[in-house]
T-cell receptor, first 115, second 114 residues
Framework: NAGVMQNPRHLVRRRGQEARLRCSPMKGHSHVYWYRQLPEEGLKFMVYLQKENIIDESGMPKERFSAEFPKEGPSILRIQQVVRGDSAAYFC?????????????FGQGTRLTVV | AQKITQTQPGMFVQEKEAVTLDCTYDTSDQSYGLFWYKQPSSGEMIFLIYQGSYDEQNATEGRYSLNFQKARKSANLVISASQLGDSAMYFCAMREHGYNKLIFGAGTRLAVHP
């Protein structure tokens, strides 16, 4: 049973370009979360999605950032017109349920560098 | 507001000794869960242990145990018999009932010395 798969592992974008980060949850998991980690900091929640629905986007910046989890295919975190401050590690996690004790399984992360 | 505080930016321990990593939390909810994750230098997040707010026993998983003191709102991680491979960042996190997101602390960097 493959774990949470994120790609690419590393992504370099010039300022103003778009970044697309992909996440395939574990098999059977319908709950997906995106987190951002700045250097030497903890993870910050961005968005929580279930299939075709955004459930909680309270951590998403209001502009340039969007996320989707379509019926078929991976979840996508999209950052338009990237700026240097977007450089960070972006982690995706999935869980089988929304229960309080449900363990969130994390992917390896995508390290975005904006030059 | 939900908040996790890890007051130790860095800790070191001798191999084979025990170490305690501190975590305090702030919540007004009665139902919540507490998690510890390990992040080695390779970057992945590895789940270690979970404690529910209504659990009467402290959680244990192998060499990991959670010292849960509800009245003090603390959930310290105890690692027994430290190994060199335990050197990593350790994050405490909380999830409140009705919310699915995890709130993370800033982390503690643990170095295990031979």
């Amino acid at each position: 049973n493959a774990g949470v798969m994120q790609n690419p592992r590393h992504l370099v974008r010039r300022r103003g370009q778009e970044a697309r980060l992909r996440c395939s949850p574990m098999k059977g998991h319908s709950h997906v979360y995106w987190y951002r980690q700045l250097p030497e900091e903890g993870l910050k929640f961005m968005v929580y999605l279930q299939k075709e629905n955004i459930i909680d986007e309270s951590g998403m910046p209001k502009e340039r950032f969007s996320a989707e989890f379509p019926k078929e295919g991976p979840s996508i975190l999209r950052i338009q017109q990237v700026v240097r401050g977007d450089s960070a590690a972006y982690f995706c996690a999935s869980s089988p349920t929304s229960a309080l004790a449900a363990e969130a399984f994390f992917g390896q992360g995508t390290r975005l560098t904006v030059v | 507001a939900q908040k996790i505080t890890q007051t130790q930016p860095g800790m070191f321990v001798q191999e084979k000794e025990a170490v305690t990593l501190d975590c305090t939390y702030d919540t007004s909810d009665q139902s919540y869960g507490l998690f510890w994750y390990k992040q080695p230098s390779s970057g992945e997040m590895i789940f270690l242990i979970y404690q529910g707010s209504y659990d009467e026993q402290n959680a244990t998983e192998g060499r990991y145990s959670l010292n849960f003191q509800k009245a003090r709102k603390s959930a310290n991680l105890v690692i027994s018999a430290s190994q060199l491979g335990d050197s990593a960042m350790y994050f405490c996190a909380m999830r409140e009932h009705g919310y699915n997101k995890l709130i993370f602390g800033a982390g503690t960097r643990l170095a295990v010395h031979p």
